[in-house]
């Protein structure tokens, strides 16, 4: 059995919002038995003789649901400011400013009400719509960051050679510096550069323990994935050799 999905785009109103109805052509043989969903109603119905199971009725309705989305807003806070210029999203909080460029991203912003921000996009399809989502990710990441601030939390694990763990800061770039020594007994240093805007500390609390903080989710995260990459061991047999630098926690500098 084997299903067909098209859809008719109907006359634009004056309006100007362009309608869809979905359809949905199920292939028996050399016939074909239309079937179509009725949103006045909200009911599934087939123009033939059989009825479309249930789980397909369900994947339909999704379908119907994500192809009608076209817009997603995101709400700001008094005490931030957002600029979009060109697509080009400047958020300043609290904690800071960040920048993000969504030029290459065919998307339109707008601003229909106070402190709601419009993300639409004309004539989007699937993947259309998962980019609007992205877009509202970046967007809530960037306004988390400059009010809460993101902290990443990274444990050392070993079973007989001790991991020791030096930070500096770099006086010309003002960067963090890690420097990971004895790992596996090897003499080799390995240093990690932290990506611009992220601080890293050895916690005073938890033994071995490393933190991440800064205000970019993009640069923490990197910045743990740097570290935890660099201790990757090789030819050994990685299912008995755990030793490295693992992310243990994610979180937020300010807690709600």
Known sequence: MRYIYSEERLPIPENGEQAIRPLLFE??????VGAEWETSSGAFGCAGRMSAPVWLQELFARKTAATSLSKRRRCENDCLKVHIRSRVVTVEGPRGKLVKDLSHIAVTFGRPEKN?????????VRKGIATLRTVRTLINNLIIGVTRGFKYKMRYVYAHFPINVNIEKNSETGQFEVEIRNFLGEKIVRRVTAQPGVEVAISSNVKDELQLTGNSLEAVSQSAADIQQICRVRNKDIRK???????SERGNIVEE
């Not at 050799?241 to 992310?247: A, E, H, P, R, S």
């Open 27 to 32: 292939v028996i043989g050399r016939k074909d």
């Open 116 to 124: 709601v921000i419009s993300i639409e996009m004309h004539h989007g």
């Open 241 to 247: 050799f755990l030793d490295g630098l693992y992310v």
